[in-house]
């Protein structure tokens, strides 16, 4: 657990707040994840950085805002949330994009939207 | 439309009751398929990569299986640290990393 950290662990916050979610890898990979797990749902991919680029935007609302300023540190930034947007949010790292290879993830952050 | 089916949702067995979970698929392309563990309130956690058809692989009391249209997640003699949500997910070729996931199946292993 300890090779992917993100904090807080657990966030409430009003629709009018902004705050930020940050993840850390001490693994030495170069691409990183965020990911929203809601009830009943299945994990779903919201964006991708490679090498600090990103790769992928999974059709997230501009309210999510992500930023990664190295290979080892990433952030998401949210500003007037709903109460929809309440999930486990999970960062994750994988060597690279192009290897298939397998992605360690961290422990999420709980996030309630009020 | 691609897609990844669990089942059962949840299942729950005995300690020492063996059973297998299943993962179904609808892909064209496959390159990978992945199974993770997940305890409440906790991230996953890999267990195993499966790459084609015949592969497979083993760690402690599991064992992840792959043919061309499912992978089972076989579970031999349980123990109630076993219980958690086990998800399973696939990468296609050409898609880079994205991982594309399940929604699991919820097991709970009694003494």
């Known amino acids: 657990e300890t090779g992917v950290t993100q904090t807080p662990r657990h966030l409430v916050m009003g629709m009018t707040n902004k705050k930020s979610l940050k993840c850390e890898q001490h693994?030495?990979?170069?691409?990183m994840y965020w990911y929203k797990q809601s009830a009943k749902k299945p994990l779903e991919l919201m964006f991708v950085?490679?090498?600090?680029?990103?790769?992928e935007n999974n059709s997230v609302p501009s309210r999510f805002s992500p930023e990664c300023p190295n290979s080892s540190h990433l952030f998401l930034h949210l500003h007037t949330l709903q109460p929809e947007d309440s999930a486990l949010y999970l960062c994750?790292?994988?060597?690279?994009?192009?290897?298939?290879?397998?992605?360690?993830f961290g422990p999420g952050t709980r996030l309630t939207v009020t | 439309e691609d897609q990844v089916t669990q089942s059962p949702e949840a299942l729950r067995l005995q300690e020492g009751e063996s059973s297998s979970l299943n993962c179904s698929y609808t892909?064209?392309?496959?390159?990978?398929l992945f199974w993770y563990r997940q305890d409440p309130g906790k991230g996953p956690e890999f267990l195993f990569t499966?790459?084609?058809a015949g592969e497979e692989k083993e760690k402690e009391r599991l064992k992840a299986t792959l043919t061309k249209k499912e992978s089972f997640l076989h579970i031999t003699a349980p123990k109630p640290e076993d219980s958690a949500t086990y998800l399973c997910?696939?990468?296609?070729?050409?898609?880079?990393?994205?991982?594309?996931f399940g929604t699991g199946t919820q097991l709970k292993v009694e003494l």
């Open positions: 693994l030495g990979h170069n691409a």
């Open positions: 994750a790292s994988s060597q690279s994009l192009g290897g298939y290879d397998e992605q360690y």
């Open positions: 499966l790459y084609s």
């Open positions: 892909v064209s392309g496959l390159r990978g």
């Open positions: 950085y490679n090498f600090k680029e990103q790769t």
């Open positions: 997910a696939y990468i296609l070729t050409g898609g880079g990393n994205k991982l594309t």
